[in-house]
Nanobody, 115 residues
Framework: QVQLVESGGGLVQAGGSLRLSCVVS????????VGWYRQAPRNQRDLVAS??????KYADSVQGRFTISRDNARNAVYLQMDNLKPEDTGAYYC??????????WGQGTLVTVSS
């Protein structure tokens, strides 16, 4: 059974950093695409960053501040978030996709950035 478990969220001041982790079981290798999405209160869930075959993609709002990486040996995907801003506040969800199957989602981890 596929399971995605996020960790690393918390409360941080503006300008600070956090590193989110998502561990994928049974194996991240079965997924072609992995990514991070953010959902602020009363908003939809939007793409923050994704990685496909080593190629990365970022939302304009986080370009240059966030870095996504994938470690197949550890079955994990990470999101390094630097120079955080209050508008980065929200629940962050890990998502994994493979052909001919519905997306798999984690339960989310909350990030709060204070001004």
């Amino acid at each position: 059974q596929v399971q995605l478990v996020e960790s690393g969220g918390g409360l941080v001041q503006a300008g600070g950093s956090l590193r989110l982790s998502c561990v994928v079981s049974p194996s991240i290798s079965i997924f072609r695409d992995v990514g991070w999405y953010r959902q602020a209160p009363r908003n939809q869930r939007d793409l923050v960053a994704s990685i496909t075959g080593g190629k990365t993609k970022y939302a304009d709002s986080v370009q240059g501040r966030f870095t996504i990486s994938r470690d197949n040996a550890r079955n994990a995907v990470y999101l390094q978030m630097d120079n955080l801003k209050p508008e980065d506040t929200g629940a962050y969800y890990c998502r994994a996709d493979r052909p001919f199957d519905r997306p798999s989602w984690g339960q989310g981890t909350l990030v709060t950035v204070s001004s």
